[in-house]
């Protein structure tokens, strides 16, 4: 029995993370003393990849909840981003955030998660970004250790392949008017008392009256989900029914 034990123990990696402090300092150490760390806030651990001839696209989104930019190494990690940014739960978030390494049957493994979330309950969720189709057995490893990790120190995993075509459209959209530039109070107070019963949204703009005025504060409404609409259904259009979200939903 004793043995029996002594080798379940053994075969339960230790993880290590390494990452860098938004001042640029390197950091490593064992996960289950750094797990406290703001990695919500740190640099990437690794540079975004462009070169003649790349399949992916990289770049850099301007996410709202921070007032900072995020990376991305492709338009499917770009869209996750965007619902990230769009997700009241969230506070912060950052790409490529750690690596983290382990043993593996001998050999020494590192991986770095596309994304980390902090929620507004202080909680932390890791993000990896995958199409089911293109996992091979070494990502499938790095994931259920990255997985395993994250239940030691309580954070929630999760592998996504990201949003539904139709829902991503549709925040992309809503993305164009993210930034406080778009918000105007006179208009949005005006806003929220024309939907305060639910109708198609053109006619809501136009009670609020000149829509070209009324349109960029109604989308940055849906955005902060103040307003609320369905955005998996179909896409978003002049008929589609708004109304004024729930005491508190907004951000």
Known sequence: MAGSAVTARAVIPV????????????CRGPLGELWDTRFERVLPVRPLGSFCGQVSFSGLYYAATMDAHVGFESWLERDVAVMLDFD???????????????????????????????????????????????IGPRDAEAFTATEG?????????????????VLAANVRWLAGYRH?????????????GVFAEPKPLMCGAREAGDPLAALPVLYHLLWQQVLLTELTAGLLG??????????GGGR
């Open 88 to 134: 009241p739960a969230v506070v912060a978030f950052s790409s490529q955030p750690f690596w983290l390494m382990w043993e593996q049957d001998g050999e020494q493994r590192r991986h770095a998660p596309d994304y980390f979330a902090r929620l507004a309950d202080g909680s932390g969720v890791v993000i990896d970004v995958r199409p089911d189709d293109r």
């Open 15 to 26: 993880f290590e993370v390494e990452f860098t402090g938004s001042a640029g300092e390197r």
């Open 180 to 192: 406080r530039r778009c918000f105007r109070d006179d208009l949005a107070g005006m806003l929220t």
């Open 149 to 165: 990790a994250c239940r030691e120190v309580g954070w929630v995993f999760r592998r996504t392949a990201g949003p539904g075509v």
């Open 238 to 247: 002049p008929g589609s029914v708004v109304s004024v979200g729930r005491e």
